[in-house]
């Protein structure tokens, strides 16, 4: 019966191969997975990037105004900024200021795709300001506290 059993192993090469190929096939599997997975984190943090550098444009605008264009944050009425005004970069508020606050939202769209809001969110004892960026999903906020003069 051994010797029948030693002669009888046509079949055991077939099993060796499915095997090999399975082990490598899990090994291309894992490798794949892990490639997908982090070009996920690449656009998320690209996302989140742009977010954070569109914020950032937003605070420098806002700080470029107050401090070389004189800007007083006040109202197309002529009243002070409100607790949560957007400022509107691209109005005509008053002859010698192109931006104002208001209660309605206003973005801005940068050449990249990427949008920024400024809010001003306190007016006393001092001034706080809030941007906020947004790319592809993401959402990026700086707070700058103004002092006033």
């Known amino acids: 019966m051994l010797k029948r059993l030693k002669k009888n192993n046509k079949g055991n090469i077939i099993l060796v191969t499915l095997m ?52 007083q944050f006040l109202r197309a009425d002529g009243s002070g900024c409100q607790a949560n005004d957007y400022i509107n970069f691209s109005a005509d508020c008053f002859e010698d200021q192109t931006i104002c606050c208001q209660a309605a939202q206003s973005l801005v769209l940068l050449s990249t795709g990427a949008t920024f809001e400024v809010r001003s969110i306190a007016t006393t004892p001092e001034y706080i300001i809030h941007s906020t960026g947004e790319y592809s999903g993401s959402k990026r906020m700086i707070e700058i506290t103004i002092p006033k003069e």
Not at 34 to 48: D, P
């Open 20 to 71: 090999i190929l399975t082990a490598v096939l899990t090994a291309c599997l894992g490798a794949a997975a892990l490639v997908a997975q982090g070009i996920i984190l690449h656009r998320t943090q690209k996302g989140s990037t742009s977010a954070f550098f569109a914020s950032e444009t937003g605070t420098e605008k806002i700080l470029w105004e107050i401090r070389k264009n004189n800007f």
